[in-house]
Nanobody
Framework: QVGLMESGGGSVQSGGSLQLSCAVSIPKGRRYCLAWFRQALGKEREGLASLTDYNQPQYAPSVKGRFTIDENNAKTNIYLYMNDLKVEDTAMYFC???????????????????WGPGTQVTVSS
């Protein structure tokens, strides 16, 4: 059974920072991949960053250098540290998971079978 629950969303001004957290419950003993996606109103879901179970990150070009994905030592939480936020970063942010290897370049939304309910991030100018 896989459980994912995001927290930490909110409203921030352009140029500000936010930290998202995701409580992760995932059976051990299998290879898995965790990632962050977002979906803005009227747009497709967009992969932002992924993290293998051996802590290797990948980033989408749109957020590389501004966003950082990380996890705690116990592997019970992953985080998305977001800096220099822009109005176009406004979206619902999702923590997602799949068993097996991480796709190259974060991958498409359909590659991930497990999704948290999401947390809203709103960036104002």
């Amino acid at each position: 059974q896989v459980g994912l629950m995001e927290s930490g969303g909110g409203s921030v001004q352009s140029g500000g920072s936010l930290q998202l957290s995701c409580a992760v419950s995932i059976p051990k003993g299998r290879r898995y991949c965790l990632a962050w996606f977002r979906q803005a109103l009227g747009k497709e879901r967009e992969g932002l960053a992924s993290l293998t179970d051996y802590n290797q990150p990948q980033y989408a070009p749109s957020v590389k250098g501004r966003f950082t994905i990380d996890e705690n030592n116990a592997k019970t939480n992953i985080y998305l540290y977001m800096n220099d936020l822009k109005v176009e970063d406004t979206a619902m942010y999702f923590c997602v998971a799949k068993f097996g290897y991480c796709p190259a370049g974060v991958g498409e939304a359909d590659a991930y079978a497990y999704w948290g309910p999401g947390t809203q991030v709103t960036v104002s100018s």
